[in-house]
């Protein structure tokens, strides 16, 4: 890849990143209009639909073996499961908290769990960055205020299991090695939309009738920009940049969640949140290595 396509990419990773910060956004305004499973069927339905003609377009074969569309399913399951939590702590709290606190901690509690199961050695630098991450959540909770009633709101408690969740979700989809990641993320939004259609919505009981603009706008937003745009391009950068270098794109959700936030919802961006997210991120790049910067000859 030239250099010159290589900053295309860049830039069209760093607003895939904007994308999904926007997706916190996009499911609070959503909240007011559906509940979190009309949401999910909603949203990953649209979403698997839009993902064939990329699929074809990337030549990636649509064949899944039994050993995959099991892993598929019992991803769907836990997928729902972070999903619910994800709404329902946004609902009820704040898009820019759940963007800054779910994000940086996912990372955290994927290496914690690796490491619990013995697939992760936590090494002398990995004990200080887990440190660094355990202060930077509890400044994000706001525990230096010593008021429990502020710490252990609901709204914190289904951040905190949703942020359990999507390393589960994570580790199930990297067993997967048999077909193509963007194709198992089709199937696993599409077994996700089947599953909630068949035990958690009926779609006649939605009123149809309160969806205004805003509602389409956000539901755009929210399929086609943060699910179908921003995960092609980040499997796309994976494959052509390689993970380690995309990963450091990750850094720009929170910041971007938290920003939007405060321009669409007029969400107050409070000290703890920017020093909290500051410090998780710190910990995050010494956890997985993540270079910032690299130094060019």
Known sequence: MTESNKNIFYFLLFLAMVGWGASWVNVKVLSSYINEFETMFLRFFITAITMIPIILVLRKSFKIDLKSLLLVIITAIVFISYMKYFFLGTKYGTASLGGAFVTTLIPINTFLILALFGNRKIEKKDAIALFIGAIGVMTMLNVWSFNIDEIFTIHNMYF?????????????????????????????????????????VDISEIDYTKFDK???????????IASTFANTIYFLGIEKLGAREVSSFIFFVPFAAI?????????????????????TIFAVKILNNIKILKKRK
């Open 160 to 200: 905190i299991l949703a942020s359990i969740f999507w390393p589960i979700v994570t580790i199930l989809s990297s067993k997967s090695t048999k077909i193509s990641p963007i194709v198992f993320t089709f199937y696993l939004y599409l077994v996700t939309s089947l599953l909630n259609i068949i035990f958690f």
């Open 214 to 224: 805003y509602f389409y706008i956000n539901i755009f937003v929210l399929t086609i």
């Open 259 to 279: 920003i939007l936030s405060s321009i669409f919802l007029k969400e107050e961006i409070t000290t703890s949140i920017i020093i909290g997210t500051a410090l």
